[in-house]
């Protein structure tokens, strides 16, 4: 992917001399008396306005309702406390950099573009379409607001109004279809097409939530007029409304916009709409939260990030109910629901709180997580899980169970312990999964004492141009998980079925189907083995013949894995306490194939590693059956003698084999019942 120009040269010609940016001028601003057509002027303070306002003393009605804003007590919102606002380095550079004009707009964009002494907010130097979009949170400008209010500096506030001024001039809310906002790839005008980016309702609500912060920090500076009041509050004011009208269809999509409207009601109950704002966002969380989260607390996109996000968009709407006196208007289910979710993380994550990324996901790190665990344990303060991992153990308890399953959402969990030192394995094999999912039928991760050993490949970038596709593509295509595919190929079809779920025990057990090719099934059975080692069996049965290749596919760590071409195995030699080897038993004329694989855990940030395949032709038709051991160790170089695995029975109700590791044999069996 090319790097662009950092530094604009080429400057949009505006014909106003008071509307050019960077001037010094803060004259753009203007009494927008329409402004109080929107409020509710018999809401209580509002008494002069009202009265300045009938007499039509609009300039005295702006000044009057300035005052009431900045000494207006009982209202606030959960993003910010003024009295203790700080900053953090990060946030500090971001407010500076914006004085400039170099925004920071996304951590897979970094250093941050400049958008030139005369904003071009439709400068698109890398053609994803995060970039474009999330320029329109303007990242920088609560920082900015904190900036301000940590320093006192005046320049933080008239940069602030003046760059909040140029956006509203320079990105027309030009009315599109409702799904243009996504669409990004066929022609439109373009004042249209910038509407797509900087309108579409996500970018939109983010604001409306972030406003309300700005509005917070800025409301006591000078730079902050009566005038800009109203400015701000028309333009608020058409924010909330396009909203309204234009609601995403699903996903966690529409839960942000819906909690951001329960902020944009409840932090301004002045206007006219909010009470219809608050209740749209309130009956859509209740209505989504059943729509959206499956019966065992998983959310319906099965992506770990976007499951966290959902966790926190339903917590945001109570911390604004509770400050502001609505918590009434959620019932107990919905806290019910966040509840399960909650735990449905606390159990795929890892001992040191990272989590499988499936799908989507990113890495969280264990501090923010613990910011959430210490938020949620507020929430729900007798749930003992929740407090021990909001205190790192020092207080609550673990579960009291080790391995569990959601059985609706697809996700297994085998562990033999809750600590550092676990051998932990996610399973991901559930229905078919929303916008985020990925075909990745069968797939796992696996931690052992400290290190993720079979990391997701990761998804690295959304959605752009052909390049950033491409990159995408490759991500999220099956052949980059640990699972089974044919030819190489996505699945065509991504809709587990639970065979077997057997928790407990020496033995665990987990048998799960997917119907992955129209002419092959792949059914997977996994074998925990005395909580230290699994056992995989990869069965490929159809109509599959002739020229075709069923291949299996592992993912391994980066960095150095040796291997043996003719024992079928891999290991790991890292430094002690990690490693793991693994063999792969199949048909004689099995054969071993490393390719180039990649492994992100951040949005454009790779790196490689080696993705395995077992492959074998179907010249013979089908079945194919695959048997892998995988062996956590924790010294390197040391490995259990993996030595046979051999199928004894299977007529596809009873499995019956029998493995031999480290001299030991064990047979290993299930019936299904029929
Ligand atoms: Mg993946």
């Given amino acids: 992917m090319h790097r662009f120009f950092r530094t604009l040269t080429v400057s949009v010609c505006i014909a106003s001399a008071a509307a050019t940016s960077g001037s010094g001028t803060l004259s753009a601003q203007e009494l927008r008396t329409e402004a109080f057509d929107l409020l509710n002027l018999d809401y209580p303070g509002l008494e002069q306005v009202k009265e300045l306002h009938e007499a039509g003393r609009d300039s005295a009605a702006a000044v009057s309702l300035l005052e009431y804003y900045r000494s207006r007590t009982g209202i606030g919102t959960p993003t910010v406390n003024l009295k203790k606002v700080s900053i953090s380095k990060t946030e500090q550079k971001w407010a500076d950099d914006a004085l400039e004009h170099t925004f920071f707009v996304h951590y897979g964009y970094q250093p941050s573009f400049n958008y030139g002494e005369d904003i071009d907010w439709r400068y698109w130097p890398v053609k994803d379409n995060e970039l474009r979009w999330q320029l329109h949170r303007q990242k920088w400008f609560v920082p900015m607001g904190k900036a301000y209010r940590v320093s006192g500096d005046e320049k933080y506030a008239e940069e602030w109004v003046r760059q909040y001024m140029d956006w509203i001039r320079k990105n027309p809310n030009v009315k599109i279809d409702k799904n243009e906002y996504e669409i990004t790839d066929n022609a439109l005008n373009a004042d249209a097409e910038n509407a797509r980016f900087a309108w579409r309702p996500l970018e939109v609500s983010d604001r409306l939530q972030n406003q309300i912060t700005q509005f917070e920090l800025f409301k006591i500076s000078p730079a902050f007029t009566p005038e800009f009041l109203t400015e701000f509050l028309v333009n608020y004011h058409r924010h909330a409304e396009h909203i309204l009208a234009n609601y995403s269809d699903s996903g966690n999509h529409l839960l942000f916009e819906a909690q951001r409207m329960i902020y944009a009601g409840g932090f301004f109950p002045e206007f006219k709409d909010a009470a219809e704002w608050r209740k749209s966002g309130i009956d859509i969380l209740n209505r989504e939260i059943k729509v959206q989260v499956y019966d065992d607390g998983g959310q319906y996109e099965l992506d770990p990030h976007y499951h966290l996000a959902s966790i926190n968009i339903f917590c945001q709407a109570l911390y604004m109910a509770d400050m502001n006196g609505f918590r009434n208007e959620f019932p107990q289910s919905y806290l019910d629901t966040i509840e399960k979710m909650i735990m449905f993380y606390a159990n795929i994550c890892f001992p040191d709180y990272s989590n499988p990324c499936f799908s989507d996901a990113k890495l969280t790190n264990k501090a923010d997580m613990l910011k959430n665990y210490r938020k949620w344990a507020k929430l729900f303060p007798d749930n003992q899980t929740i407090k021990y991992l909001a205190t790192e153990g020092k207080e609550g308890a673990l579960p009291d169970y080790l391995s569990k399953g959601f059985l609706t959402s697809g996700f297994f969990v085998f562990r033999n312990s809750w600590g550092p030192e676990a051998t932990q394995m996610v399973v991901k094999a559930g229905p078919k999964g929303f916008w985020h999912c990925q075909p990745d039928n069968g797939t796992f991760e696996l931690w052992y004492n400290g290190r993720n050993l079979f990391p997701d490949s990761g998804s690295y970038v959304y959605a752009g141009d052909a ?117 792969c038993f199949g048909p004689d004329i099995m054969t071993m194939k490393k390719e180039k694989g990649w492994v992100s855990t951040s949005y454009m940030k790779k790196k490689q590693r080696m993705n395995v395949s077992f492959n074998v032709k179907t010249t013979d038709g089908l079945p194919i059956t695959y048997v892998t051991v995988i062996c956590p160790k924790k010294e390197a170089g040391k490995f259990p003698d993996i030595a046979s695995a051999k199928v004894k029975v299977n007529d596809g109700t009873t499995l019956k084999l029998q493995v031999k590791v480290d001299g030991k044999k064990k047979t290993l069996e299930y019936s299904l019942q029929k």
């Fill in 467 to 583: 390049e950033v596709m491409e990159w995408r593509n490759l991500f999220r295509s099956t052949k980059s998980h640990n699972t089974l595919t044919l030819n190489d190929k996505n699945l065509e079809t991504t809709d587990s079925k639970t065979l077997l779920w057997k928790p407990e025990g020496d033995v665990q057990i987990l048998v799960t189907e997917n119907q992955s090719y129209s002419n092959l099934k792949h059914r997977r059975s996994i074998f925990f083995v005395d909580g230290s080692y699994f056992v995989i069996v990869d069965e490929a049965t159809g109509t599959v013949t002739g020229n075709n290749n069923v291949n299996l596919h592992f993912q391994m760590p980066a960095g150095n894995v040796p291997n043996s071409r003719e024992d079928m195995t891999f290991y790991t030699e890292f430094e002690e306490g990690s490693n793991m080897m693994f063999r």
